[in-house]
């Protein structure tokens, strides 16, 4: 029995702003409908030219390319917005869902005060697929971006998300997983955490586990291409009234008695010390 394959939709969608997903890394995540506008575009806004021009090439679509990222001066966001009251114009980013961790905030924001209808055309977005894919509650969750780039300023915008009663996503790279993750073990010794690499692509993988052991994992195997990090919402027992020797315990699955204790004074307050004789009463039992 043959399927046949739903067509791309007819007829020329109405003038107005598209935000159209494009796909993270297998190109057969494109959708009908994101064919259409950008087939239907008077003008595509995109980041780069060449990455965009290149997917439309793929699919044999001929259009007018605006560079336009959040630099773009207004007068070139102004231009657009212009265009989009009597044409379709398409917003792209390189891959993905523009807008989110990509340009084009300030285009909607314009377009919508300007009277313009702004549509969106969904479709791939590596936070939600890793959240998908995770295996972590997804019933509230918080997207936080790309986390900062130096060690205090990383720890402080974890620190500032502790008491955040939801998964939290976070876009991450290759070279600077193993800080994050260690950060994440430092602060959360017991959250769930999973690492969502590659999604769609060939090599896509999912793995899980506390921080500290999926720092030890990709310590011994650098990661290559995109990452998503997920971490589950605070666990019950990780409030500072903890139980500190389930604390201690989960904590020295991965560690010895002294990391563990510094783990769990960080986490709880508690005094380290303390903490440290348990950690070797326990080891011992
Ligand atoms: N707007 C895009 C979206 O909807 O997913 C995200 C753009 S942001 C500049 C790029 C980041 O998204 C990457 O550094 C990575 O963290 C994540 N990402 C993009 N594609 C991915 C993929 N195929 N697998 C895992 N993460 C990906």
Known sequence: MTTELPSIPAGTPEAGLYIV???????GDMTLRAIAVLRAAGV???????????LLKHFGIKARLQRLDDHAPPEVRARVIETARHEVVALVSDAGTPVISDPGYR?????RAAGVTVTSVPGACAAISALAMAGLPSDRFLFAGFLPVKDKARSD???????VEATLVFYETAPRLEKSLRAIADLWPIR??????????????CRTGT???LADHYSAHPPKGEIVLVVGPPAADETPEADPDALLR???ADAGPGKAAGQVAKATGLDRGTLYARALELKGE
């Open 21 to 27: 997903a494009t796909p993270i890394g297998n190109l």
């Open 44 to 54: 595509v806004a995109c980041e780069d030219t060449r990455v965009t021009g290149k």
């Open 192 to 205: 769930e955490v999973a690492v969502a690499r590659e999604l769609t692509k060939l090599h896509e993988e």
């Open 250 to 252: 989960a904590a020295l």
């Open 107 to 111: 285009l909607v924001r314009e377009a």
């Open 211 to 213: 921080a500290a052991a």
């Open 157 to 163: 915008t974890l620190a500032a998300l502790a008491g």
